[in-house]
């Protein structure tokens, strides 16, 4: 099994950047195991799926931040990462990563309920 702990957020400005962490460990922590995500989660609103990268690198992203987030993951440090840049005010929320297996990202799942193992989220706030 996996444990996630995410890290990063924090109020930006608009059109500013941040970079987030998902910090794996426990019995298995390798992220090429596993399917690996982004979500994040507006007060009042449902997880929004952002983007995932595959056991073997391939990547989707939501629409809504494509050209502008970026998915990474390290793998010698069990480390998923979302790079955030020309953030806007609609980007605040709770961010949360999440590992489900590897066929949710090939099959195209972006839903919470596809994903099995989640962190505790990390807030980032932009202001206008």
């Known amino acids: 099994q996996v444990q996630l702990v995410e890290s990063g957020g924090g109020l930006v400005e608009a059109g500013g950047s941040l970079r987030l962490s998902c910090r794996a460990s426990?019995?298995?922590?390798?992220?090429?195991?596993?399917?690996m995500g982004w979500f994040r989660r507006e007060p009042g609103k449902e997880r929004e799926w952002v983007a995932h990268?595959?056991?073997?690198?391939?990547?989707d992203y939501a629409d809504s931040v494509k050209a502008r987030f970026t998915i990474s993951q390290d793998s010698a440090k069990n480390t998923l990462y979302l790079q955030m840049n020309s953030l806007k005010p609609e980007d605040t929320g709770m961010y949360y990563c999440?590992?489900?297996?590897?066929?949710?990202?090939?099959?195209?799942?972006?839903?919470?309920?596809?994903?099995?193992?989640w962190g505790q989220g990390t807030q980032v706030t932009v202001s206008s």
């Open positions: 999440a590992a489900g297996a590897p066929f949710v990202c090939s099959g195209g799942y972006t839903t919470s309920r596809d994903f099995e193992v």
């Open positions: 990268i595959d056991s073997d690198g391939s990547i």
């Open positions: 426990g019995s298995n922590p390798n992220l090429r195991s596993y399917c």
